[in-house]
Protein backbone atom coordinates (compact mmCIF):
# COMPACT_ATOMS: atom_id res chain seq x y z
CA UNK A 1 0.00 0.00 0.00
CA UNK A 2 1.54 3.43 -0.81
CA UNK A 3 1.85 5.88 1.58
CA UNK A 4 0.56 9.21 2.11
CA UNK A 5 2.54 12.54 0.45
CA UNK A 6 5.68 13.70 2.44
CA UNK A 7 4.75 17.28 3.56
CA UNK A 8 6.76 18.99 5.71
CA UNK A 9 4.97 21.31 8.25
CA UNK A 10 7.90 23.54 10.93
CA UNK A 11 7.38 22.79 14.54
CA UNK A 12 7.03 25.30 16.68
CA UNK A 13 9.31 23.26 19.38
CA UNK A 14 11.43 20.48 18.95
CA UNK A 15 12.10 17.32 21.43
CA UNK A 16 14.55 14.77 22.02
CA UNK A 17 16.95 16.52 19.58
CA UNK A 18 20.53 15.62 19.74
CA UNK A 19 22.79 16.58 17.26
CA UNK A 20 25.65 14.29 18.37
CA UNK A 21 23.08 11.21 16.82
CA UNK A 22 22.96 12.37 13.59
CA UNK A 23 27.10 12.14 13.70
CA UNK A 24 27.89 8.80 12.04
CA UNK A 25 31.04 7.09 14.83
CA UNK A 26 33.04 6.93 11.52
CA UNK A 27 32.91 10.40 10.69
CA UNK A 28 36.38 12.05 10.44
CA UNK A 29 35.71 14.87 12.11
CA UNK A 30 33.68 12.60 15.49
CA UNK A 31 37.60 11.17 15.57
CA UNK A 32 39.65 14.24 14.96
CA UNK A 33 37.62 15.59 18.22
CA UNK A 34 38.94 12.61 20.19
CA UNK A 35 42.41 13.28 19.10
CA UNK A 36 42.59 16.65 18.99
CA UNK A 37 43.33 18.74 22.36
CA UNK A 38 43.17 22.39 21.49
CA UNK A 39 42.68 23.84 25.53
CA UNK A 40 45.95 25.31 25.17
CA UNK A 41 44.76 27.76 22.68
CA UNK A 42 43.03 29.59 25.56
CA UNK A 43 45.98 30.07 27.70
CA UNK A 44 48.70 30.75 24.50
CA UNK A 45 45.81 33.75 23.48
CA UNK A 46 45.21 35.37 26.84
CA UNK A 47 47.68 37.85 26.80
CA UNK A 48 46.02 39.28 23.66
CA UNK A 49 42.81 39.98 25.24
CA UNK A 50 41.63 43.22 27.53
CA UNK A 51 40.06 43.13 31.25
CA UNK A 52 37.01 45.07 30.10
CA UNK A 53 34.86 45.45 27.19
CA UNK A 54 32.95 43.15 24.91
CA UNK A 55 33.70 39.12 25.05
CA UNK A 56 35.21 37.39 22.11
CA UNK A 57 34.21 34.59 20.24
CA UNK A 58 35.69 31.44 22.22
CA UNK A 59 39.63 31.09 20.34
CA UNK A 60 38.74 27.46 20.17
CA UNK A 61 36.10 27.88 18.19
CA UNK A 62 37.99 30.36 16.18
CA UNK A 63 40.91 27.99 15.74
CA UNK A 64 38.48 24.96 14.84
CA UNK A 65 36.77 27.11 12.56
CA UNK A 66 40.30 27.96 10.67
CA UNK A 67 41.18 24.23 10.68
CA UNK A 68 37.99 23.36 8.93
CA UNK A 69 38.59 26.07 5.94
CA UNK A 70 41.64 23.99 5.46
CA UNK A 71 40.38 20.42 6.02
CA UNK A 72 37.25 20.91 3.80
CA UNK A 73 39.50 23.18 1.14
CA UNK A 74 36.73 25.78 1.33
CA UNK A 75 37.55 28.68 -0.71
CA UNK A 76 37.16 31.70 1.66
CA UNK A 77 35.82 32.33 4.95
CA UNK A 78 33.20 34.57 3.83
CA UNK A 79 32.03 30.91 2.15
CA UNK A 80 32.98 28.85 5.32
CA UNK A 81 30.57 30.89 7.85
CA UNK A 82 27.80 30.40 5.08
CA UNK A 83 27.94 27.14 4.63
CA UNK A 84 28.50 26.21 8.41
CA UNK A 85 24.68 27.16 8.96
CA UNK A 86 23.53 24.10 7.44
CA UNK A 87 26.71 21.57 8.06
CA UNK A 88 25.54 19.82 10.81
CA UNK A 89 28.96 17.79 11.19
CA UNK A 90 30.66 21.15 11.07
CA UNK A 91 28.62 22.57 13.95
CA UNK A 92 28.77 19.50 16.16
CA UNK A 93 32.64 19.39 15.55
CA UNK A 94 32.56 23.24 16.58
CA UNK A 95 30.57 22.49 20.11
CA UNK A 96 27.38 24.61 18.05
CA UNK A 97 23.78 23.74 18.46
CA UNK A 98 20.87 24.33 16.11
CA UNK A 99 20.04 27.82 17.57
CA UNK A 100 24.00 28.62 18.49
CA UNK A 101 24.63 32.49 16.84
CA UNK A 102 26.57 32.51 13.60
CA UNK A 103 29.69 35.06 13.98
CA UNK A 104 30.62 37.46 10.99
CA UNK A 105 33.82 36.16 8.87
CA UNK A 106 35.91 39.00 9.83
CA UNK A 107 36.14 37.39 13.74
CA UNK A 108 38.78 35.39 11.70
CA UNK A 109 40.69 37.71 10.24
CA UNK A 110 40.62 39.87 13.16
CA UNK A 111 42.08 36.65 15.09
CA UNK A 112 44.43 35.82 13.21
CA UNK A 113 46.30 39.37 13.02
CA UNK A 114 45.52 39.32 17.01
CA UNK A 115 47.35 36.43 18.17
CA UNK A 116 50.11 36.30 15.41
CA UNK A 117 51.92 33.29 14.31
CA UNK A 118 53.09 31.92 17.08
CA UNK A 119 50.04 30.34 18.35
CA UNK A 120 49.82 28.29 14.91
CA UNK A 121 53.31 26.67 15.28
CA UNK A 122 52.49 26.08 18.83
CA UNK A 123 49.13 23.92 16.92
CA UNK A 124 51.63 22.50 14.76
CA UNK A 125 53.95 21.66 17.67
CA UNK A 126 51.58 20.12 19.54
CA UNK A 127 49.53 17.84 16.70
CA UNK A 128 53.89 16.92 15.73
CA UNK A 129 54.69 16.08 19.48
CA UNK A 130 51.63 13.45 18.96
CA UNK A 131 52.51 12.00 15.96
CA UNK A 132 56.18 11.10 17.81
CA UNK A 133 54.42 9.47 20.76
CA UNK A 134 52.53 7.33 18.16
CA UNK A 135 55.98 6.19 16.84
CA UNK A 136 55.16 8.19 13.07
CA UNK A 137 58.34 9.66 13.26
CA UNK A 138 61.56 7.35 12.46
CA UNK A 139 63.89 10.17 13.33
CA UNK A 140 67.00 8.71 11.40
CA UNK A 141 66.25 9.61 7.55
CA UNK A 142 64.85 13.46 6.57
CA UNK A 143 63.90 14.95 3.01
CA UNK A 144 64.07 18.62 2.40
CA UNK A 145 62.59 20.52 -0.46
CA UNK A 146 60.19 23.42 -0.99
CA UNK A 147 57.55 24.74 -3.42
CA UNK A 148 56.29 27.51 -5.23
CA UNK A 149 52.94 28.98 -3.98
CA UNK A 150 51.16 31.77 -5.93
CA UNK A 151 50.54 34.96 -4.41
CA UNK A 152 47.05 36.72 -4.48
CA UNK A 153 48.42 39.01 -7.22
CA UNK A 154 48.16 40.33 -10.88
CA UNK A 155 50.79 38.69 -11.89
CA UNK A 156 50.69 41.20 -15.26
CA UNK A 157 51.08 44.33 -12.33
CA UNK A 158 54.75 43.94 -11.35
CA UNK A 159 56.83 46.48 -10.39
CA UNK A 160 60.29 46.59 -8.96
CA UNK A 161 60.29 46.11 -5.27
CA UNK A 162 62.20 49.38 -4.22
CA UNK A 163 59.61 51.51 -6.10
CA UNK A 164 57.20 49.87 -4.53
CA UNK A 165 58.54 50.08 -0.62
CA UNK A 166 59.15 53.53 -1.46
CA UNK A 167 55.89 54.20 -2.95
CA UNK A 168 54.11 52.55 0.29
CA UNK A 169 56.51 54.86 2.45
CA UNK A 170 55.33 58.06 1.58
CA UNK A 171 51.61 57.38 1.69
CA UNK A 172 52.19 56.51 5.26
CA UNK A 173 54.03 60.10 5.62
CA UNK A 174 51.06 61.68 4.14
CA UNK A 175 49.05 60.16 6.76
CA UNK A 176 49.17 62.64 9.75
CA UNK A 177 48.12 59.77 12.14
CA UNK A 178 51.09 57.99 11.23
CA UNK A 179 54.31 60.48 11.14
CA UNK A 180 56.91 57.90 12.22
CA UNK A 181 55.86 54.41 10.05
CA UNK A 182 58.37 51.50 10.61
CA UNK A 183 58.48 48.91 7.67
CA UNK A 184 58.54 45.92 9.96
CA UNK A 185 58.98 42.77 8.24
CA UNK A 186 58.92 44.43 4.92
CA UNK A 187 62.48 44.10 4.08
CA UNK A 188 63.04 45.32 0.19
CA UNK A 189 64.74 42.67 -1.90
CA UNK A 190 67.74 43.64 -4.49
CA UNK A 191 67.03 46.51 -6.31
CA UNK A 192 66.82 44.26 -9.85
CA UNK A 193 63.68 42.06 -8.41
CA UNK A 194 60.87 42.39 -8.99
CA UNK A 195 57.16 42.45 -6.47
CA UNK A 196 53.45 43.06 -7.00
CA UNK A 197 52.11 46.30 -5.37
CA UNK A 198 48.74 44.65 -3.77
CA UNK A 199 51.71 42.32 -1.77
CA UNK A 200 55.47 43.20 -2.04
CA UNK A 201 56.75 41.03 0.30
CA UNK A 202 56.31 38.46 -2.39
CA UNK A 203 59.28 37.64 -4.65
CA UNK A 204 59.28 36.56 -8.18
CA UNK A 205 60.65 32.99 -9.53
CA UNK A 206 60.85 30.83 -12.59
CA UNK A 207 59.51 27.32 -11.69
CA UNK A 208 58.60 25.18 -15.00
CA UNK A 209 59.04 27.57 -17.58
CA UNK A 210 56.57 29.89 -15.33
CA UNK A 211 57.07 32.64 -13.98
CA UNK A 212 55.64 32.86 -10.36
CA UNK A 213 55.36 36.39 -7.67
CA UNK A 214 54.37 34.57 -4.66
CA UNK A 215 56.35 32.38 -1.80
CA UNK A 216 58.08 29.56 -0.72
CA UNK A 217 56.98 26.86 1.71
CA UNK A 218 60.36 24.97 2.63
CA UNK A 219 59.69 21.46 4.87
CA UNK A 220 60.99 18.59 6.10
CA UNK A 221 59.31 15.02 5.66
CA UNK A 222 60.33 12.33 7.81
CA UNK A 223 61.06 9.37 6.13
CA UNK A 224 59.15 6.53 7.65
CA UNK A 225 55.56 7.73 7.34
CA UNK A 226 55.69 10.89 5.92
CA UNK A 227 55.52 13.22 8.68
CA UNK A 228 56.01 17.16 8.28
CA UNK A 229 58.38 18.36 10.89
CA UNK A 230 59.40 21.55 9.94
CA UNK A 231 58.07 24.24 7.83
CA UNK A 232 59.77 27.47 6.89
CA UNK A 233 58.00 30.15 4.38
CA UNK A 234 60.29 32.73 2.81
CA UNK A 235 59.02 34.84 -0.56
CA UNK A 236 59.74 33.14 -4.19
CA UNK A 237 62.44 34.09 -4.95
CA UNK A 238 64.66 32.90 -2.04
CA UNK A 239 67.06 30.08 -2.70
CA UNK A 240 66.33 27.08 -1.28
CA UNK A 241 69.92 26.18 -0.36
CA UNK A 242 70.29 29.52 1.94
CA UNK A 243 67.14 27.93 3.81
CA UNK A 244 68.45 24.31 4.47
CA UNK A 245 70.42 25.29 8.08
CA UNK A 246 66.86 27.05 9.13
CA UNK A 247 64.24 24.05 8.26
CA UNK A 248 66.98 21.45 10.03
CA UNK A 249 67.19 23.48 13.54
CA UNK A 250 63.49 24.14 13.18
CA UNK A 251 63.07 20.18 12.55
CA UNK A 252 65.40 19.51 15.61
CA UNK A 253 63.71 21.91 17.83
CA UNK A 254 60.41 20.57 17.06
CA UNK A 255 60.91 16.94 17.56
CA UNK A 256 63.87 16.83 19.84
CA UNK A 257 65.48 14.58 17.29
CA UNK A 258 68.61 15.11 15.13
CA UNK A 259 68.59 13.07 11.67
CA UNK A 260 71.54 10.88 10.66
CA UNK A 261 71.01 11.71 6.96
CA UNK A 262 69.40 14.59 4.83
CA UNK A 263 68.14 13.99 1.66
CA UNK A 264 67.57 16.55 -0.96
CA UNK A 265 67.58 17.82 -4.42
CA UNK A 266 70.94 19.81 -5.94
CA UNK A 267 69.49 22.82 -4.95
CA UNK A 268 71.13 22.41 -1.73
CA UNK A 269 74.28 21.12 -2.89
CA UNK A 270 76.61 23.84 -1.99
CA UNK A 271 80.15 24.12 -0.17
CA UNK A 272 78.14 25.86 2.69
CA UNK A 273 75.73 22.91 3.14
CA UNK A 274 77.90 20.33 3.49
CA UNK A 275 79.75 21.92 5.30
CA UNK A 276 77.41 22.84 8.15
CA UNK A 277 76.20 18.90 7.85
CA UNK A 278 79.47 17.90 8.24
CA UNK A 279 79.73 20.08 11.44
CA UNK A 280 76.14 19.05 13.24
CA UNK A 281 77.25 14.99 12.50
CA UNK A 282 74.94 14.46 9.91
CA UNK A 283 75.26 12.36 6.87
CA UNK A 284 74.15 14.26 2.93
CA UNK A 285 72.39 12.50 0.20
CA UNK A 286 72.40 15.57 -1.98
CA UNK A 287 74.31 16.00 -5.07
CA UNK A 288 75.32 19.04 -6.49
CA UNK A 289 76.30 20.88 -9.86
CA UNK A 290 79.41 20.04 -11.87
CA UNK A 291 81.54 21.76 -14.24
CA UNK A 292 81.57 20.37 -17.49
CA UNK A 293 83.67 20.32 -20.29
CA UNK A 294 83.88 20.64 -23.87
CA UNK A 295 83.92 17.28 -25.71
CA UNK A 296 87.16 16.05 -26.50
CA UNK A 297 88.42 18.27 -23.91
CA UNK A 298 90.13 17.57 -20.41
CA UNK A 299 87.41 17.68 -17.98
CA UNK A 300 88.35 19.21 -14.32
CA UNK A 301 88.78 15.20 -13.22
CA UNK A 302 92.32 15.03 -15.60
CA UNK A 303 93.89 17.68 -13.35
CA UNK A 304 95.37 17.10 -9.66
CA UNK A 305 95.17 19.17 -6.78
CA UNK A 306 98.90 19.45 -4.46
CA UNK A 307 97.67 20.33 -1.05
CA UNK A 308 101.18 20.94 -0.02
CA UNK A 309 101.77 23.30 -3.09
CA UNK A 310 98.62 24.59 -3.16
CA UNK A 311 98.31 24.08 -7.22
CA UNK A 312 96.88 21.85 -9.82
CA UNK A 313 99.34 19.34 -12.45
CA UNK A 314 97.88 19.28 -15.55
CA UNK A 315 97.96 15.85 -17.47
CA UNK A 316 101.24 17.37 -18.92
CA UNK A 317 102.62 17.51 -15.65
CA UNK A 318 102.84 20.70 -15.78
CA UNK A 319 101.86 23.16 -12.79
CA UNK A 320 98.84 25.35 -12.30
CA UNK A 321 99.38 28.27 -10.25
CA UNK A 322 96.77 30.46 -7.76
CA UNK A 323 95.57 33.27 -9.75
CA UNK A 324 93.49 35.18 -7.58
CA UNK A 325 90.40 34.23 -4.52
CA UNK A 326 86.65 35.04 -5.43
CA UNK A 327 84.88 35.35 -1.81
CA UNK A 328 81.63 35.70 -3.05
CA UNK A 329 81.85 32.47 -4.90
CA UNK A 330 83.98 30.84 -2.99
CA UNK A 331 86.25 30.01 -5.27
CA UNK A 332 90.21 29.97 -6.23
CA UNK A 333 91.12 30.21 -9.87
CA UNK A 334 94.19 28.74 -10.67
CA UNK A 335 95.74 29.42 -14.25
CA UNK A 336 99.00 27.75 -15.84
CA UNK A 337 101.55 29.66 -17.72
CA UNK A 338 100.88 30.86 -21.33
CA UNK A 339 104.09 30.28 -22.85
CA UNK A 340 103.84 27.00 -21.54
CA UNK A 341 100.46 25.78 -22.43
CA UNK A 342 100.94 27.59 -26.28
CA UNK A 343 103.66 25.08 -26.44
CA UNK A 344 102.16 22.04 -24.91
CA UNK A 345 101.51 18.91 -26.86
CA UNK A 346 98.06 18.37 -25.30
CA UNK A 347 96.68 21.26 -26.24
CA UNK A 348 94.00 20.54 -28.63
CA UNK A 349 92.88 18.28 -25.91
CA UNK A 350 93.15 20.97 -23.22
CA UNK A 351 92.52 24.53 -24.18
CA UNK A 352 92.80 26.91 -26.92
CA UNK A 353 93.58 30.17 -24.48
CA UNK A 354 96.45 31.97 -25.33
CA UNK A 355 96.48 33.02 -21.98
CA UNK A 356 96.63 29.55 -20.45
CA UNK A 357 94.31 26.86 -19.06
CA UNK A 358 92.21 27.84 -16.03
CA UNK A 359 90.96 24.90 -13.45
CA UNK A 360 88.78 26.62 -10.29
CA UNK A 361 88.47 25.05 -6.68
CA UNK A 362 85.91 25.43 -4.27
CA UNK A 363 86.91 27.01 -1.07
CA UNK A 364 84.89 24.23 0.67
CA UNK A 365 85.93 21.49 -1.96
CA UNK A 366 86.88 19.12 1.14
CA UNK A 367 83.79 19.13 2.41
CA UNK A 368 82.52 18.78 -1.20
CA UNK A 369 84.29 15.74 -1.49
CA UNK A 370 83.75 14.40 1.59
CA UNK A 371 79.61 14.69 0.85
CA UNK A 372 80.80 12.85 -2.57
CA UNK A 373 81.87 9.82 -0.32
CA UNK A 374 79.74 9.44 2.08
CA UNK A 375 77.12 6.66 0.91
CA UNK A 376 77.45 4.31 -1.71
CA UNK A 377 75.93 4.66 -4.97
CA UNK A 378 73.61 2.39 -4.67
CA UNK A 379 72.34 3.28 -1.32
CA UNK A 380 72.38 7.06 -2.68
CA UNK A 381 70.39 6.04 -6.13
CA UNK A 382 67.67 4.44 -3.27
CA UNK A 383 67.11 7.48 -1.22
CA UNK A 384 66.98 9.73 -3.79
CA UNK A 385 64.17 7.46 -5.48
CA UNK A 386 62.47 7.89 -1.73
CA UNK A 387 62.64 11.29 -2.06
CA UNK A 388 60.90 11.87 -4.84
CA UNK A 389 57.26 9.93 -3.30
CA UNK A 390 58.30 11.58 -0.24
CA UNK A 391 58.74 15.27 -0.75
CA UNK A 392 56.61 15.32 -3.88
CA UNK A 393 53.54 13.25 -2.83
CA UNK A 394 53.74 15.57 0.49
CA UNK A 395 53.49 18.93 -1.62
CA UNK A 396 51.09 17.03 -4.14
CA UNK A 397 48.80 15.58 -0.95
CA UNK A 398 49.31 19.61 0.06
CA UNK A 399 47.67 21.01 -3.17
CA UNK A 400 45.04 18.43 -3.87
CA UNK A 401 43.48 18.30 -0.88
CA UNK A 402 44.27 21.85 1.42
CA UNK A 403 44.09 24.18 -1.52
CA UNK A 404 48.59 24.34 -1.48
CA UNK A 405 49.26 26.13 -4.43
CA UNK A 406 47.59 28.95 -4.23
CA UNK A 407 48.00 31.96 -1.67
CA UNK A 408 44.61 32.54 0.45
CA UNK A 409 45.81 36.11 2.17
CA UNK A 410 48.67 38.88 1.45
CA UNK A 411 51.99 39.28 3.18
CA UNK A 412 54.75 36.93 4.85
CA UNK A 413 52.88 36.75 8.17
CA UNK A 414 50.12 35.20 7.18
CA UNK A 415 51.85 32.89 4.57
CA UNK A 416 53.68 31.38 7.42
CA UNK A 417 50.06 30.78 9.25
CA UNK A 418 48.75 29.08 6.31
CA UNK A 419 51.64 27.09 5.50
CA UNK A 420 51.05 25.53 9.03
CA UNK A 421 47.73 25.24 9.17
CA UNK A 422 48.16 22.93 6.05
CA UNK A 423 51.04 21.11 7.71
CA UNK A 424 49.10 20.61 10.78
CA UNK A 425 46.00 19.21 8.40
CA UNK A 426 48.30 16.84 6.54
CA UNK A 427 49.68 15.16 10.31
CA UNK A 428 46.32 14.86 11.71
CA UNK A 429 45.28 13.14 8.87
CA UNK A 430 48.17 10.92 9.27
CA UNK A 431 47.70 10.50 12.69
CA UNK A 432 43.99 9.70 11.74
CA UNK A 433 44.71 6.96 9.43
CA UNK A 434 47.17 5.67 12.10
CA UNK A 435 44.46 5.64 14.94
CA UNK A 436 42.04 3.79 12.78
CA UNK A 437 44.74 0.69 12.18
CA UNK A 438 44.59 -2.66 14.28
CA UNK A 439 47.10 -2.61 16.48
CA UNK A 440 50.31 -4.76 14.97
CA UNK A 441 51.53 -8.17 16.07
CA UNK A 442 54.94 -6.60 17.10
CA UNK A 443 52.65 -3.99 19.33
CA UNK A 444 50.78 -6.71 21.09
CA UNK A 445 54.26 -8.45 21.80
CA UNK A 446 55.62 -5.10 23.26
CA UNK A 447 52.53 -4.96 25.13
CA UNK A 448 52.86 -8.80 26.52
CA UNK A 449 55.80 -7.96 27.79
CA UNK A 450 54.58 -5.06 29.81
CA UNK A 451 51.89 -6.71 31.48
CA UNK A 452 52.54 -9.38 34.22
CA UNK A 453 48.59 -10.96 34.42
CA UNK A 454 47.25 -12.39 31.54
CA UNK A 455 43.74 -11.30 32.69
CA UNK A 456 45.16 -7.47 32.00
CA UNK A 457 46.59 -8.69 29.27
CA UNK A 458 43.75 -9.75 27.13
CA UNK A 459 41.46 -6.86 28.44
CA UNK A 460 43.96 -4.70 26.94
CA UNK A 461 44.41 -6.80 23.70
CA UNK A 462 40.53 -6.21 23.60
CA UNK A 463 40.78 -2.79 23.72
CA UNK A 464 43.42 -2.21 21.05
CA UNK A 465 41.37 -4.00 19.02
CA UNK A 466 38.47 -2.30 19.13
CA UNK A 467 40.22 0.63 17.25
CA UNK A 468 40.94 -1.36 14.02
CA UNK A 469 37.89 0.52 11.97
CA UNK A 470 38.48 0.55 8.28
CA UNK A 471 41.42 3.25 7.33
CA UNK A 472 40.02 5.75 5.73
CA UNK A 473 40.33 7.12 1.63
CA UNK A 474 42.65 9.28 0.58
Given at each position: ?14 TN ?10 HK ?5 D ?9 E?A ?21 LL??E ?6 EL ?10 M ?8 A???DH???S ?12 GL?A ?14 Q?L ?6 I??NV???K?Q ?9 L ?7 Q ?5 L????P???G????Q?D?Q ?10 IC ?9 D?H?I?T ?10 E ?6 V ?12 Q ?6 Q?G???N ?7 G ?5 P??K ?13 T????Q ?12 R ?18 C?D????E ?7 G??VE ?5 D????A ?10 R??T??K ?8 D ?13 G??KM ?9 C ?26 S ?6 L ?15
Amino acid sequence: MMGPRQQVAPKLFYTNINLSDRIPEDHKLRRLKDVLDLEFIRREVANCYGYNGQESVDPILLMKLMLLLFLEQVPSERELMRQLRYRLDWMWFCGLDFDAAIADHSVLSKARALWGEDVFAGLFAQVLHQCVRAGLVGGQILHVDASCIGGNVDINKLQPVLRVVAQKLYERLDDAQDPAPELKDQTPGPSGRLTAQSDHQAGVTRSNGQTICGYKDHRSVDDAHGIITATVTTDAATNECQVLGQVLDAHEANTQQRPQTVVADKQYGTGENYKDLRQKGMTPCIPHKKATSQPGRFGHDAFTYDRQQDCFICPAGQRLRRQYRDEVDRRVRYRGRPSICRDCTLRERCSCSNRGRVVERHMDQDDIDWADGCLSWAWRRRLMTRRKSCMEGSFADAANCHRFKRARWRGLIKMRIQNLLIATCQNLRKLLRWAAQPPTAATLVALKGLLSHSADLLLLMILALGRGRPSPSR
